[in-house]
């Protein structure tokens, strides 16, 4: 797991409600992403961001937002407008662009019911 | 379209048993190849990240080869333990983006029973 943390490892939600995921680093990477992995699937890019105060949208970035104000967290909120927002969530860094090794956190596993 | 694809898609082994699996991808333009150990809800951990101008690289039991010209890519494990059991996911770093997008497998999942 390296140096990233996430939290909670587990996390119930009702329908309708907004949920915010915590991504924390202390490896001073530049970039950090967001990928959502259901069963079956490759994992998909939901946001990355390459620097402090920028971001930008994956392949799936409808019904997420995020936000990077520290080169340390990158913090992803699962709002209501997600259809299907059950998952396993994993956020991972890396010293520049996707080119580079990519250093993945524990996951959190989101359960709406 | 810039894809991966795994095979197989599940296996099972007994322990000390050696196994390969095979990954196929389409990306071009090619950056770079990772494959990676998923244990069960766990985050993904690299095993070996190779360019186009290598075409072996290992990480202890663990084997990867690269075949740049047919696009084929395998991991062989050697005497495999119990603790080997997870999903090895191959990703391909490349596509039309100057960012060396990835682009990610859907995955093997190994078992080894004692």
């Known amino acids: 797991d390296g140096g990233i943390t996430q939290s909670p490892k587990y996390l119930f939600r009702k329908e309708g409600q907004n949920v915010t995921l915590s991504c924390e680093q202390n490896?001073?990477?530049?970039?950090m992403y967001w990928y959502r992995q259901d069963p079956g699937q490759g994992l998909r890019l939901i946001y990355y961001?390459?620097?402090?105060?920028?971001?930008q949208k994956g392949d799936i970035a409808e019904g997420y937002s995020v936000s990077r104000e520290k080169k340390e967290s990158f913090p992803l909120t699962v709002t209501s407008a997600q259809k299907n927002p059950t998952a396993f969530y994993l956020c991972?860094?890396?010293?520049?662009?996707?080119?580079?090794?990519?250093?993945f956190g524990p996951g959190t596993r989101l359960t709406v019911t | 379209k810039n894809q991966v694809e795994q095979s197989p898609q599940s296996l099972i082994i007994l322990e000390g048993k050696n196994c390969t699996l095979q990954?196929?991808?389409?990306?071009?333009?090619?950056?770079?190849l990772r494959w990676y150990k998923q244990d069960t809800g766990r985050g993904p951990v690299s095993l070996t990240i190779?360019?186009?101008?290598?075409n072996t690289k290992s990480n202890g039991r663990y084997t990867a080869t690269l075949d740049a010209d047919t696009k084929q890519s395998s991991l062989h494990i050697t005497a495999s333990q119990l603790s080997d059991s997870a999903s090895y996911i191959c990703?391909?770093?490349?596509?039309?983006?100057?960012?060396?997008?990835?682009?990610f497998g859907q995955g093997t999942t190994l078992q080894v029973k004692p």
């Open positions: 991972a860094s890396s010293v520049g662009t996707q080119r580079y090794e990519q250093y």
């Open positions: 490896l001073n990477h530049d970039a």
């Open positions: 961001s390459q620097i402090v105060n920028d971001f």
């Open positions: 990954c196929n991808y389409t990306v071009s333009p090619f950056s770079n």
């Open positions: 190779m360019t186009f101008s290598e």
């Open positions: 990703v391909v770093s490349g596509g039309s983006s100057n960012t060396g997008k990835l682009i």
